[in-house]
């Protein structure tokens, strides 16, 4: 399961997440949460709770990525937390196909873990609109209609989040962002 995931930016609610490990455990398969995304989580909300279970290491494998946390996207510097027996067998499977992380990359995300919270909480994608009585597909909406400007409404990635809009820049040549961010501020 990928949570939140991408590209439909759907969040699994905690209780889901435990159901299915359940679910999992019950008939002894893995469950495997890819939460690549999980920094841009509203702020204090914990995904789940499956770390707290004594035996979680026997069901749960978590795979996380730095890429989009530290805004690293392709130097492909990602986790896997899972039982030592598992790490064990994938250790035999990266070895013959990467063999470790180049080394400079590996000081970067132990830096950015050790220091960037902040940064990361200040530098995640959401923005807060300005309009407190819209929710963020009224919000959306009025940009495109208005500012000719398109945006995700922060409610399509998870309850709670109707006040805020999602940003992406990927597809705007570098010469344009001036202009983006210039029509974002005059509307
Ligand atoms: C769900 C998901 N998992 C993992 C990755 C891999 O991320 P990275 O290559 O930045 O480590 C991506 C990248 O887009 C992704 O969308």
Redesign the pocket.
């Known amino acids: 399961m ?1 949570t939140p ?2 590209p439909t930016g759907t969040v699994l609610p905690a209780d889901q997440v435990e159901s299915l490990y359940e679910l999992a455990r019950q008939n002894n398969v893995a469950l495997i949460l ?1 939460e ?2 999980n920094a841009f989580l509203p702020p204090q909300q914990l995904p789940h709770h499956l770390f707290s279970k004594d035996a979680w290491g026997e069901t749960f494998i978590h ?1 996380g ?4 946390t530290f805004a ?7 986790a896997l937390v899972a039982s030592r027996k598992l790490i064990h067998h994938a250790l035999k499977v990266q070895d013959s196909m990467v063999v470790c992380q180049p080394r400079i990359t590996q000081h970067a995300i132990a830096y950015g873990c050790r220091e960037l919270s902040d940064w990361v909480d200040q530098n995640s994608v959401w923005v807060k609109h300005p309009w407190p009585t819209l929710t963020g597909r009224q919000a959306a909406r009025k940009l495109a209609d208005e500012a000719n400007l398109i945006c995700l409404p922060g409610e399509v990635f998870g309850p709670g989040l109707e006040g805020y809009l999602r940003l992406a820049f990927g597809n705007v040549s570098q010469h344009e962002i001036p202009q983006a961010v210039e029509r974002f501020l005059v509307y």
């Open positions: 990928v995931s991408n890819d690549t995304y795979i990525s730095f890429g989009k690293l996207t392709g130097y492909r510097a990602g």
